[in-house]
């Protein structure tokens, strides 16, 4: 543990945010709740303190402190305890005896009576549950904890962080310790550190998709952050803040390695009061403007939270920050939001949506909105809209485009919207001018950026959002370019029910719909994957889907694709305007994932998290794709009943399937 000489003043903020224990060793956070207690002297509790006592010992004859990870159970079914631990993958076997030692005496401290508690420390991770929890993903709650400096360059660094990030996270998944570490210079004189690490016994896959899941919640604009959860681990900081000899060598070569504590000629705000920076200029500058810590669970990460409740108290209470998703704080009243966009000018205007009319607006402070004026009203209650709204605001995602809030007068209904300053994926897919700018570069980034926004939206734990209406017009571009997908939620703000669809009206654009949806009403997170695919066959082709004619017998992209996907010349899909400067494997590659996903049968179609760590990794080999589902019919947008689609079966019979389980290389020799 450190021996740093902390500020007074860090101290003091962090035990009134009572995070402190009295020991020396503290707990960074405890996740235990009030649902599953046990009573004194009952079995479970005479299981849980020999499973206390002897896990330290059996850990240490078991090589559990080299390995960095154990797992144990004590006791019988149905009082069994399941307990596990992990030490951050760069500490010493002795550090993690320690920590894990000092969690089974403070453990009982913290959580008395609880049969489900998490714990973490600097060094390591506690859990133990009455349910089995080895092999579980189990990705909430997720705690964040960041340095409340900011960056200096934040669209660069935001993009750098995402990059590195994803690299470390492929590495890991890829490891068998499932760790990895990463760092790239930033500026001259400062590098980016990040950590990365799961619980061993996930799957790779699972690994990932944890991971995924956490950087969502990573300020990309500040120095430093982390965010744990009881499955996974990640963490950047620009200093060194783990031990690089340590770790197994990453791949790019390792320059000098740093020390484990930060070197300390300021030390400076971070959650436990210990972020050094090693840059004097910079610390010059910063150093008056540093005021304390600011510990807090954002937001979001509250959202993912299961339903069970903290026994800690909620740090967000005391950190007054303005993540803090509340009704008060979201709701606008109607005089704003006019003034904003001057009265719903057609001049403000910037479009149509399913949903109704949208308009920019600009708010008193400056900042920029898009205002969105809901058509008809949905049946749906005003507490009931609140509510949603609340729910989905709580969804913040880099590639998601972020609800402000919303207002509700009289007749309105509003949404309220960052504002996204590069219009849509359409405006640049089918402009033939426009289209010679939007380079491979942009479009492979847009493609890994849409993926993982969906991917949030599917698997985070509380709220499986299936947006069901995925298309070009929805795909925004923020100001770099990155991907950010708007109309998401709207199903649950507007309150479409599931019985709408099944009645006469389905919700969605054709052409990106699949055939199970489009035919019999039915949705799953295998839709969103299908319009996916749809979408990354767009942005390859520069073709639209809706308005395809193509003169050589195919009917629609996704059967024009697969001719030429059969006939072994994927390349010849790739948009005329994009004759150079092209990876070939990565365009083979997106066309191989968007094919899988435009597959009829929804079983066969990859998960998103599938496809994200497709897209992150080379070394996963993608399974021969399928003959897509061929439908025929009116190309028009918007809800259609059911029986205006024909599934035209005659024609996906006809076409052989002449592609075997060859690799992709195999199957396109050029
Ligand atoms: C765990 O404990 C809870 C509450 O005490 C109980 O409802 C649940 O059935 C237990 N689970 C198992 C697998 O024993
Ligand atoms: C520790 O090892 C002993 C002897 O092998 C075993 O009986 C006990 O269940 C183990 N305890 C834990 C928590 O693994
Ligand atoms: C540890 O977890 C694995 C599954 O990940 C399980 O097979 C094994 O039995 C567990 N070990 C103990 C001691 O329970
Ligand atoms: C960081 O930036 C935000 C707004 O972008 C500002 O409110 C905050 O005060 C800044 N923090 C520091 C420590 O300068
Ligand atoms: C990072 O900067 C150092 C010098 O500060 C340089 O030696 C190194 O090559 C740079 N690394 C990369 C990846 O650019
Ligand atoms: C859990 O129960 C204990 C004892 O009844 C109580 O002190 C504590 O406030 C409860 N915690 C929560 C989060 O409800």
Redesign the pocket.
């Known amino acids: 543990m450190s021996n740093q000489i902390r500020l007074p003043i860090i101290l003091f903020f962090l035990v009134q945010l009572g995070l402190i224990s009295a020991a020396d060793r503290k707990n960074l956070y405890h996740d235990c709740?009030?649902a599953t207690?046990f009573s004194r002297n009952s079995t479970y509790q005479s299981n849980l303190n020999f499973f206390l006592s002897s896990l330290v010992s059996n850990a240490t004859r078991s090589n559990g402190f080299s390995n960095g990870f154990y797992n144990a159970t004590a006791g019988q079914d149905p009082n069994k305890v399941y307990g596990l631990f992990l030490c951050r993958a760069d500490v010493s076997p002795t550090t993690c005896r320690d920590c894990v030692n000092f969690a089974t005496s403070d453990a009982l401290k913290l959580c008395?009576?609880?049969k489900d508690t998490v714990i973490w420390y600097e060094e390591c991770l506690f859990r133990y549950s009455n349910v089995s929890i080895f092999s579980t993903m189990d990705p909430s709650p997720m705690i964040l904890l960041y340095n409340v400096n900011n960056v200096t360059e934040p669209a660069r660094f935001k993009q750098l962080l995402g990059n590195t990030m994803n690299e470390a996270a492929t590495q890991a998944a890829d490891s068998s310790k499932r760790f990895a570490t990463r760092k790239e210079n930033f500026t001259t004189f400062e590098k980016l550190y990040c950590l990365v690490q799961c619980t061993p016994d996930l799957s790779s896959l699972e690994c990932n998709s944890c991971l995924q899941q956490s950087f969502g919640g990573l300020p990309s604009d500040k120095k430093g952050g982390r965010i744990f959860s009881p499955s996974c681990y990640s963490r950047f900081e620009l200093y060194p803040f783990y031990n690089d000899t340590a770790t197994a060598a990453p791949p790019p070569p390792p320059p000098p390695t740093p020390v484990l504590s930060p070197p300390p000629p300021v030390s400076v705000a971070s959650p436990e009061g210990k972020s050094g920076i090693s840059s004097p200029i910079i610390i010059a500058i910063i150093a008056p403007t540093v005021v304390a810590v600011v510990l807090f669970i954002a937001g979001y990460c509250l959202l993912i939270r299961r339903a069970r409740?903290?026994?800690?108290p909620p740090p967000e209470d005391n950190a007054g920050n303005d993540v803090i998703t509340t009704i008060e704080s979201l709701q606008f009243d109607l005089g704003t939001i006019e003034v904003a966009t001057k009265k719903f000018s057609t001049d403000n205007k910037l479009g149509e949506g399913g949903f109704g009319e949208v308009y920019k607006g600009i708010l008193p402070n400056g900042q920029a909105i898009a205002v969105k004026r809901l058509s008809s009203s949905s049946g749906q209650g005003a507490e009931e809209f609140k509510n949603e709204v609340v729910l989905v605001a709580k969804l913040q995602h880099r590639n998601l485009v972020r609800l402000l809030g919303f207002c509700l007068e009289g007749e309105e209904k509003i949404l309220v919207y960052e504002f996204v300053t590069n219009k849509s994926l359409d405006y640049f897919l089918y402009d033939s001018e426009r289209q010679v700018e939007f380079d491979w570069s942009k479009r492979y980034k847009i493609i890994g950026g849409i993926a993982r926004g969906i991917l949030y939206l599917h698997e985070d734990s509380r709220l499986r959002i299936i947006h069901r209406d995925l298309k070009a017009s929805n795909i925004l571009l923020d100001e770099d370019m990155n991907a950010k997908i708007s109309d998401f939620g709207m199903a649950r703000i507007v309150g479409v029910d599931q019985s709408q669809v099944n009645t006469n009206r389905i919700v969605g654009t054709f052409g990106y719909m699949p055939p199970e949806y489009a035919m019999h009403g039915q949705f799953s997170v295998k839709s969103d994957v299908y319009s996916f695919g749809v979408l990354i066959l767009e942005i390859i082709t520069g073709k639209k889907n809706s308005d395809f004619y193509q003169t050589d017998g195919a009917e629609d992209l996704v059967s024009y694709a697969w001719k030429h996907w059969r006939d072994g010349t994927p390349l010849q899909l790739l948009d005329s305007t994009l004759t150079e400067s092209y990876s070939r494997n990565e365009v083979i590659r997106c066309i191989h994932m968007g094919l899988l996903c435009v597959q009829e049968d929804p079983a066969d179609r990859p998960t998103m998290a599938t496809i994200v760590l497709m897209l992150n990794s080379y070394s996963v080999t993608l399974p021969a794709p399928q003959q897509p589902a061929f439908f025929l019919g009116s190309r028009t947008e918007a809800s259609m009943a059911t029986n205006e689609f024909d599934f035209d079966q005659s024609k996906s019979k006809s076409i052989p399937c002449s592609v075997d389980d060859a690799s992709i290389t195999e199957v396109y020799p050029r």
């Open positions: 709740s009030n207690t008395p009576v609880q409740k903290k026994n800690s």
